[in-house]
């Protein structure tokens, strides 16, 4: 039986029941979190641990929702001005729901950590919705795509290779918790690519031409906004038209010449749309690429789980196929076909292209989600089509599928939580200090610039951003902006080991026993220092441990009040709990009687005489 478009509507009760699901499982960790804090909370977010970076786009959010311009750095506090322009970094290209997300906080009056906890429910609401939108439209089975709904959202950071279930073969999880409801990216976006797939789908099924116009003119519209929100889904996009446009080849359908020239006209668009984004990558910053980890490679990238999954789902139906159990010509094969590719064409485009891009990445936030979908459609176009006719697989089975799924993605979730509640209690901890340098920026002359803040603990001045104006003299995530360059950020960094009393002979020994948060980062990048994000990361050698200790004594020996000055200090926050020797900080600068702020201390700083000195 070759598909023909239906025009029945969808029944949108099923979809509303696994929203729902959806939902209230991705406010779990806020949830728990309000629950361990109770009284304590000061309005931090529920930050999970293992999925990075959260910290980083929320302090963006911050910065917009302050009124700064689209190209800031909220850790350096630069902004482009028409004196000083900046160039783009990965925040300012993908503005796309960075905006969106800053306007609900600004319409709603709230902060960026509130709109965060907002964000979650709702990006498992639209991400729940669009995609039962796709499977229904396609399956025409709303308990089945219902079903699907769950296992692709719940099970995807298994079909990505990582998850809990690691754990069970002696390994620590790389990533873990549902990967697509990382604030804000992929979560704000992720329901776009969807959304996408289903235009296309649309545009390519319709049988009257005013329809196919309208969704194709929407499919191109979706895609510009995919292109200025998050890279790993529209070069996804652009795999999977590619795909669509093989298998429509190969299938010689009735019409299939009409319908190429359909998907050609779109692929002209969607180069055409890609311009403006060629324009900004032009202006970026020197560290962009660094921080891509953009590395030239034409070597196969074979053996990921989401490509196993899916040349298992493609084996299959080429052997139904084979079997006549299936017609080549049903767009619904095709369609499965083409969510099957997409995990293989971006895991190996560099074998044309001669550049990989963060593998890691679509293997987290969409290629495992393809191939589930994959998995999904193959499942349910196997079963109707069978017997050449519709057929119910029985309720129960469905509801114990999806029930099964579910329950993974909920313990996946509650012991992802709580690994992150130390994590998360230190970054709420933080808050109240931010809170209070806001205060006294506030306070000041609105003309003066916010000075610059030095905390000790490194996760603490990640976080300052968030709810704080002032800029930081460094933390992990300055890199990932545009304000500083690696070498002004190198200098920094080392600016802030010698005010925190960090010897050279030490800096070997804490590198390598010790483990502190963003002290690799600050000497390797990314890059180097985080596994996975490149073919070089996660093996730093003793070797270079010592040759950067060698740079950073050298840098000591040779400190002098004109680096003091470079980066001038106006706050210094220290935990209660600190015992480092802070008698290079006090050489070059005075300490105010300081204020206490929960276990912190935030002392006002000026320079120093030079004559002390």
């Known amino acids: 039986m070759v598909w023909a478009e239906s025009r029945r509507k969808i029944r949108w009760k099923w979809g509303w029941v696994v929203t729902a699901a959806m939902m209230l499982l991705s406010m779990y960790p806020q949830l728990r979190f309000w629950s361990i804090r109770a009284g304590q909370w000061n309005g931090f977010y529920a930050a999970m641990e293992g999925v990075g970076d959260e910290v980083a786009y929320s302090a963006y959010i911050n910065a917009l929702i302050d009124g700064r311009p689209r190209r800031n750095d909220p850790y350096t506090g630069r902004d482009d001005t028409s004196e000083r322009p900046q160039p783009d970094s990965l925040f300012s290209i993908q503005f796309v729901p960075a905006y969106v997300v800053a306007f609900i906080a600004r319409t709603l009056n709230v902060s960026a950590a509130t709109v965060f906890i907002l964000l979650a429910p709702l990006a498992a609401a639209t991400a729940a919705i669009t995609l039962f939108l796709l499977l229904a439209s396609i399956i025409e089975d709303e308990r089945m795509a219902a079903t699907g709904v769950v296992l692709i959202l719940c099970l995807g950071t298994v079909a990505g290779g990582h998850s809990q279930i690691v754990r069970f073969l002696g390994q620590e999880p790389l990533y873990n918790y549902l990967m697509f409801l990382r604030r804000y990216q992929p979560s704000a976006s992720f329901p776009l690519f969807i959304l996408f797939c289903w235009t296309v789908w649309r545009a390519l099924t319709s049988t009257l031409s005013k329809t196919k116009l309208v969704y194709a003119v929407i499919s191109a519209i979706v895609f510009e906004l995919l292109v200025f929100s998050y890279v790993y889904l529209w070069t996804a996009a652009i795999a999977w038209v590619f795909a669509i446009w093989l298998l429509w080849s190969a299938a010689g359908l009735q019409n299939w010449a009409v319908a190429l020239r359909r998907l050609l006209i779109l692929a002209v668009i969607l180069v055409v749309e890609l311009i403006p984004f060629i324009v900004l990558y032009t202006r970026r910053a020197s560290t962009f690429d660094a921080v891509q980890v953009l590395e030239r490679s034409r070597l196969p990238d074979l053996f990921r789980l989401p490509e196993i999954i899916s040349l298992v789902t493609l084996a299959a139906l080429i052997y139904l196929l084979q079997r006549r159990r299936l017609d080549m010509r049903d767009k619904r094969v095709l369609l499965t076909a083409s969510f099957a590719l997409l995990p293989i064409l971006v895991f190996n485009q560099q074998i044309v292209t001669g550049f990989s891009l963060q593998p890691i990445?679509?293997?987290?936030?969409?290629?495992?989600?393809?191939?589930?979908?994959?998995?999904?459609?193959?499942?349910?176009?196997?079963?109707?089509?069978?017997?050449?006719?519709?057929?119910?697989?029985?309720?129960?089975?469905?509801?114990?599928?999806?029930?099964?799924?579910?329950?993974?993605?909920?313990?996946?979730?509650?012991?992802?939580?709580?690994?992150?509640?130390?994590?998360?209690?230190?970054?709420?901890?933080?808050?109240?200090?931010?809170?209070?340098?806001?205060?006294?920026?506030?306070?000041?002359?609105?003309?003066?610039?916010?000075?610059?803040?030095?905390?000790?603990?490194?996760?603490?001045?990640?976080?300052?951003?968030?709810?704080?104006?002032?800029?930081?003299?460094?933390?992990?995530?300055?890199?990932?902006?545009?304000?500083?360059?690696?070498?002004?950020?190198?200098?920094?960094?080392?600016?802030?080991?010698?005010?925190?009393?960090?010897?050279?002979?030490?800096?070997?020994?804490?590198?390598?026993?010790?483990?502190?948060?963003?002290?690799?980062?600050?000497?390797?990048?990314?890059?180097?220092?985080?596994?996975?994000?490149?073919?070089?990361?996660?093996?730093?050698?003793?070797?270079?441990?010592?040759?950067?200790?060698?740079?950073?004594?050298?840098y000591c020996s040779s400190f002098t009040a004109e680096h003091a000055s470079k980066h001038p200090l106006s706050y210094v926050v220290i935990s209660t709990e600190e015992t480092s020797d802070f008698s290079n900080l006090d050489r070059w600068y005075e300490r105010g009687p300081g204020e206490r702020i929960g276990r912190f201390m935030i002392y006002r700083t000026r320079l120093r005489d030079r004559n002390y000195q």
């Open 361 to 554: 990445h679509y293997e987290m936030f969409v290629a495992n989600y393809s191939a589930l979908i994959a998995v999904v459609l193959g499942l349910a176009t196997i079963v109707q089509l069978q017997k050449r006719k519709p057929v119910q697989l029985p309720r129960r089975a469905l509801l114990w599928v999806a029930l099964g799924a579910f329950e993974w993605g909920s313990y996946e979730t509650v012991v992802a939580t709580a690994g992150s509640m130390p994590f998360s209690r230190e970054l709420d901890e933080a808050r109240p200090v931010a809170t209070r340098l806001a205060q006294i920026h506030k306070g000041e002359r609105r003309e003066s610039l916010p000075g610059i803040v030095l905390a000790t603990d490194l996760l603490v001045a990640d976080s300052l951003p968030t709810s704080a104006p002032q800029p930081v003299l460094w933390a992990p995530h300055m890199l990932v902006f545009s304000g500083a360059d690696h070498s002004e950020s190198r200098e920094r960094f080392f600016q802030y080991l010698y005010y925190t009393g960090v010897e050279p002979t030490q800096l070997v020994k804490i590198l390598t026993s010790e483990n502190r948060y963003g002290l690799a980062v600050g000497l390797f990048g990314f890059e180097r220092a985080v596994a996975g994000l490149s073919s070089r990361s996660g093996t730093i050698s003793r070797e270079e441990l010592v040759v950067q200790a060698q740079a950073y004594a050298q």
